[in-house]
């Protein structure tokens, strides 16, 4: 019997080791982020996207639409250009105004809608909207980038490519609204419609057509200001034109309140890693398409600059391990037994957090017929999860406990610096912050993201309680523990819903959060600013929509 | 003014909590609200008065699948005892008595499965695999604020029913005056702006402008 049908499978890794937030904070897209999916479906179900209207002055004030014909349903962005002084262009979510506002809605807006449009979009949040509209957002400007690049295209000249390469994108968005908030569809609406219905996929849409409209409008201007001496860019350095965005605190509350759904994505990346592991044998064009992405890596991380002094050293790191990767990884390894899993054990015993994760990005890169369709199966309806079981008895419960949560039971939360901060939401701009509890007022009013202490405290009241009581009776009697018993349910069933960490300690560092969820959508050059915000890039590197049936799909998130 | 489902969820979350209930007990008000808006059925005012009564706070006793306040003229929190409802699994029959705006025990027992009716004084609702319907009878008795009893019992004959699925097509317009005090608990979960949190809680003091 031959020796290699009696091994084992490679088992996906276990949540213990994927979901401590230190390896989190440490991923990186992949072929399954969501909007690489976007870009695949609508290449191949051709998708149609045209310019309609393009009515913008000088200045960049007035209105442009585009439409997009997504399979049977047809969508547009309608963006709104702005006269924005300096002093009032920020990233915060206090901003109250913007260069551009944007909104992505059904259909094509009759007159009548973009009146109603015009006299709310430019408000954003302050604004209402219908279930017609799907997704709001707003942009600024990366003044230095914008107009540099504006001046040297009507001057007749393409931009500097180490400038462009430097920054990244023309417009950073600052905050993208979907799933009803303000009056716009809610999620339920969106969930039957296949073009739209994976997580997030309206939301990337939108930033993707944000990008064409922030590239027509340098070329407008420039045409605009240099007449007919203005050139266009050259279409290889358009495409190395991303759009950036901003993001703070207020998406880190998603991965907590939904751990059904954070489940699902956690899954599917890890699955696509155990497939591309257990291969007995790597074809040669999964060799090709490898050794192609790692090379262009070193260029890439070249250009992954940051001012923050702990991801910098990381990045550096990285490129190091790479190289390390590089001499590892010679044609022994790849044309040997399960050479990917080679790949990725080697980065597991010698490299840094940041490489390993790049290595399961770069390994699952190659193999698309393997694991693309995953992608399709990261949304859940989490009204199904919901339900709590009340026939449980209260002792099976605490065994979930002690199954699934050793990192909450372990924690001492007598110690002030186990339970430091808290999360919650600010009266100001209804966002949520981290406080700090000993130095701050406002803990009464904690938000419920300290999973760990909450779990902690439910197992403390089920050691009073008799093993058989039923839940349903503990429950009504303890309400208080009600939203941890959900969880402890949730999690019996999937795996990956909890974040391993104690999201209330002194040492928290809530990027690793963002920079988790930014991987899923796909961003790229992470950007810290601080440990609770940090600045991205989207779509760098993607083709335009009218590339998309080219030969460009493959590999373009690893840059020219 | 037209909200989404998912902004009735979002309020009904936080001004229950606002008002002072578990946060798992609100996590169940904001699902049985959605229920409630996605079947065009009103839930502002039912939800208002609920708060305003802290009926959650109320001591309990319970007797097989029998609910009751354990005060004579106590009354029990429909979220509350719809939650235990849910929680009891898809046994029949349960009682729940002194209950405050029974309707909001209807998306408890729509979680159940099988055929079932759910009934209090001059109002019955039918439940029959997900679905859910009335006979013809007066919308008051169907959002009445209290009832002695509500009764979960397998299903009786109906004659004509109507369905009371008339589906949410995008956007509910809400009573104003009903959303507002929703607001105003709402509100109580916030928490004011110091020059500290200003500075440290969103962690941006960089310049923005590049």
């Given amino acids: 019997m031959a020796q290699a049908a009696a091994r084992e499978t490679i088992a996906l890794r276990p949540a213990k080791v994927v979901m401590q937030l230190e390896r989190m904070g440490a991923f990186h897209q992949t072929r399954l982020s969501f909007l690489r999916a976007l870009l695949r479906r609508m290449s191949a179900r051709k998708w149609r996207v045209a310019r309609q209207r393009f009515d913008i002055d000088g200045l960049g004030v007035g209105t442009a639409i585009y439409s997009v014909q997504a399979e049977t349903r047809r969508y547009s962005l309608v963006a709104f250009g702005h006269q924005l002084a300096p002093e009032k262009r920020t990233d915060r ?21 973009l009146e109603r449009l015009r006299s709310n979009v430019p408000l954003q ?25 504006v001046a040297a295209l009507a001057a007749g000249r393409q931009p500097d490519a180490a400038a462009v390469e430097a920054t990244g994108y023309l417009m950073r968005t600052t905050a993208v609204y979907g799933n009803g908030k303000f009056g716009i569809a809610d999620r339920d609406l969106l969930k039957d419609r296949p073009e739209l219905s994976a997580p997030f996929r309206a939301e990337m849409l939108i930033v993707y057509l944000i990008r064409s409209f922030t590239l027509d409008l340098v070329e407008h201007l420039a045409m605009l200001t240099g007449g007919k001496n203005a050139v266009r860019l050259d279409p290889g350095l358009r495409r190395r034109f991303g759009i950036g965005n901003a993001t703070g605190l207020g998406m880190a509350p ?49 250009n992954w600059l940051t001012d923050d002094a702990i991801q910098m050293p990381r990045i550096e790191r990285l490129r190091r391990d790479l190289v390390d990767l590089d001499r590892f990884a010679g044609a022994s390894v790849l044309s040997g037994d399960r050479p990917f899993d080679a790949l990725y054990r080697f980065a597991e015993s010698n490299l840094s957090l940041e490489a390993q994760e790049y290595v399961v990005t770069l390994i699952i890169e190659p193999h698309g017929a393997l694991v693309d369709e995953l992608a399709e199966h990261m949304g859940i309806d989490e009204a199904t999860c919901f339900r709590i079981d009340g026939s449980m008895r209260c002792g099976d419960l605490k065994a979930l406990i002690q199954t699934h949560y050793d990192f909450a039971l372990s924690v001492d939360f007598e110690k002030e610096d186990a339970r430091a901060r808290f999360w919650y939401v600010s009266e100001e701009k209804l966002e949520p912050r981290l406080g700090e509890r000993f130095k701050e007022p406002g803990m009464e009013r904690e938000q419920p993201l300290a999973v760990a202490r909450d779990i902690h405290s439910l197992a403390r009241a089920l050691d009073e309680e008799a093993p058989e009581t039923r839940l349903a009776a503990f ?62 890039t989207l779509f760098q590197g993607a083709p335009f929509p009218d590339e998309l049936q080219g030969e460009g799909l493959a590999l373009w998130a690893y840059g020219g | 003014m037209i909200v989404s489902l998912n902004e009735i969820e979002t309020i009904v979350l936080k ?10 007990l609100a996590e169940e008000a904001a699902q049985a609200a959605r229920w409630l808006a996605a079947r065009c059925l009103p839930f502002e005012a039912l ?13 309990v006793r319970i007797d097989g699948t029998s609910l009751s306040p354990r005060l004579a003229d106590g009354w029990l929190c429909p979220i509350q005892a719809g939650a ?64 002695d009893a509500a009764e979960l019992k397998p299903a009786g004959v109906f004659e004509a029913r109507r369905s009371l699925l008339v589906p949410n097509k995008g956007g509910s317009s809400i009573d104003v005056a009903g959303w507002s005090k929703l607001q105003n608990f709402e509100a109580r979960d916030y928490v004011p702006a110091s020059l500290g949190s200003r500075l440290s809680g969103a962690g941006a003091a960089l310049s923005d402008n590049d």
Avoid at chain 1, 477 to 500: D, M
Avoid at chain 1, 502 to 528: M, S
């Fill in chain 1, 93 to 113: 979510v206090i901003a109250e105004e913007w260069d551009a506002t944007f909104v992505l809605c059904d259909g094509t807006p009759d007159e009548l809608a």
């Fill in chain 1, 475 to 536: 429950l009504l009697a303890r309400p208080e523990h009600r939203h941890a018993a959900r969880r402890v349910q949730i999690a019996a069933r999937h795996p990956y819903s909890e974040i391993r960490d104690n999201l209330i300690g002194a040492d928290l560092r809530p990027i690793d959060i963002l920079r988790c969820k930014l991987a899923f959508f796909g961003a790229t050059r992470f950007d810290p600013r601080s440990d609770k915000w940090l600045r991205i």
């Fill in chain 1, 125 to 149: 949040e302050a604004g209402r909207y219908l279930a017609s509209e799907l997704v709001l957002a707003r942009a600024n400007r990366s003044v230095r980038l914008f107009d540099q690049v």
């Fill in chain 1, 254 to 302: 998603f991965l907590v309140k939904h751990p059904a759904l954070i489940d699902r994505w956690m899954s599917a990346r890890e699955t696509a890693l155990a497939r591309v592991r257990n291969l007995d044998r790597a074809d040669g064009e999964a060799v090709a398409l490898f050794r192609t992405a790692l090379a262009k890596s070193h260029r890439l991380l070249a």
């Fill in chain 2, 84 to 147: 235990w409802l849910s929680d009891l699994g898809d046994n029949l029959p349960v009682r729940i008595e002194r209950v405050l705006c029974p309707l909001l025990l209807a998306p408890f027992a729509a979680r159940r499965k099988g055929q079932f009716e759910l009934a209090w004084e001059g109002a019955t609702l039918l439940f029959d695999v997900g679905a859910v319907a009335s006979p013809p009878q007066r919308l008051a008795a169907l959002h009445i604020a209290r009832t």
């Fill in chain 2, 15 to 24: 001004a229950a909590r606002g008002a002072g209930m578990a946060w798992g």
């Fill in chain 2, 47 to 59: 939800f208002a008065s609920l708060l305003e009564s802290e009926a959650w706070r109320s001591q």
